[in-house]
């Protein structure tokens, strides 16, 4: 089964916002690639900002979009700046690529490449048109302090009632992303919301995230949740 079926995104039009940390890219990327080998046009690009995609063609006014969009290809869209970042492309670019391409998937949160973290209250920027939502975390995160592994640490402290020395466990990452000031911050109502742990590369991290899963699905019923390792080629390791 595709990573879309199994992250329930609707066939419809809409956006597919991701947040979180510990693997937005890569799983954007992914999801992109897959809808492309089904002979569809696939868009991905920031409300925020991320690394240049060198993979992909870059679309960062309307000519230049509708000449590189095609059927069974990746493009990104976004404004590049001076530092090897893609930034947002702007309301009415957004616009014009959902129009055109049917699905968008949007990095809508930023982490510093750090597994877990809680937004600031600026964060994160999901557009309108979303109806998924992907809540993204690293299993690497679990069994270190807060301090070591999380983005905005104060904000992750502050959730979880708990101080920077705090280690980590699978439960305290299911609180980060359940919460309606955590990972679940911002969700249209309606909007399909779905969790993917990554790097669930080993037996001690797929014990963790079958761990935070349960705790995920007690507090939010009937939740999908995904343990990954996005890296690799079968990269989904477990379903819950």
Same mark, same amino acid.
């Given at each position: 089964?595709?990573? =879309?079926?199994?992250?329930?995104? *609707? ?16 799983? /954007?990327?992914?999801? !992109? ?16 900002? %991320? ?22 290809? @990746? ?23 959902? =129009? ?14 750090? *597994? ?5 209250? +600026?964060?994160?920027? %999901? *557009?309108?048109?979303?109806?998924? @939502? ?20 104060? +904000? ?6 708990? $101080? ?7 439960? /305290?990452? #299911?609180?980060? %992303? ?12 309606? #909007? ?9 590369? $080993? $037996?001690?991290?797929?014990? +963790?995230?079958?761990? !935070? #899963? ?6 939010? *019923?009937?939740?999908? @949740? ?13 379903? +819950?």
């Amino acid at each position: 089964m595709s990573l =879309s079926s199994l992250l329930k995104i *609707p066939q419809t039009p809409g956006f597919t916002a991701l947040v979180g940390g510990g693997g937005k890219t890569t799983l /954007m990327q992914r999801l !992109a690639e897959e809808r492309s080998s089904e002979g569809r046009p696939a868009v991905i690009t920031t409300t925020t900002a %991320i690394m240049y995609p060198k993979l992909y063609e870059l679309a960062e006014d309307k000519e230049t979009f509708c000449r590189i969009l095609a059927p069974g290809k @990746v493009i990104c869209v976004g404004s590049a700046s001076d530092n090897e970042k893609v930034r947002s492309p702007g309301d009415e670019m957004l616009k014009l690529a959902l =129009s055109k391409a049917g699905r968008v998937f949007v990095e809508a949160d930023g982490a510093k490449r750090m *597994p877990a973290k809680a937004p600031a209250p +600026y964060e994160p920027v %999901i *557009p309108e048109g979303t109806d998924s @939502v992907i809540a993204v975390s690293g299993l690497d995160a679990i069994g270190y302090r807060i301090k070591d592994r999380c983005f905005r640490t104060e +904000y992750v402290c502050r959730l979880l009632d708990a $101080d920077e020395n705090t280690i980590l466990t699978p439960e /305290m990452l #299911a609180i980060l %992303i359940t919460n309606e000031e955590g990972q679940r911050k911002s969700v249209p109502e309606g #909007a399909v919301f779905s969790v993917v742990l990554n790097k669930a590369d $080993d $037996d001690k991290r797929l014990g +963790y995230a079958k761990a !935070a #899963a349960v705790r995920i699905r007690e507090l939010l *019923p009937g939740c999908t @949740v995904l343990a990954a390792a996005l890296n690799e080629t079968d990269c989904v390791k477990a379903v +819950y």
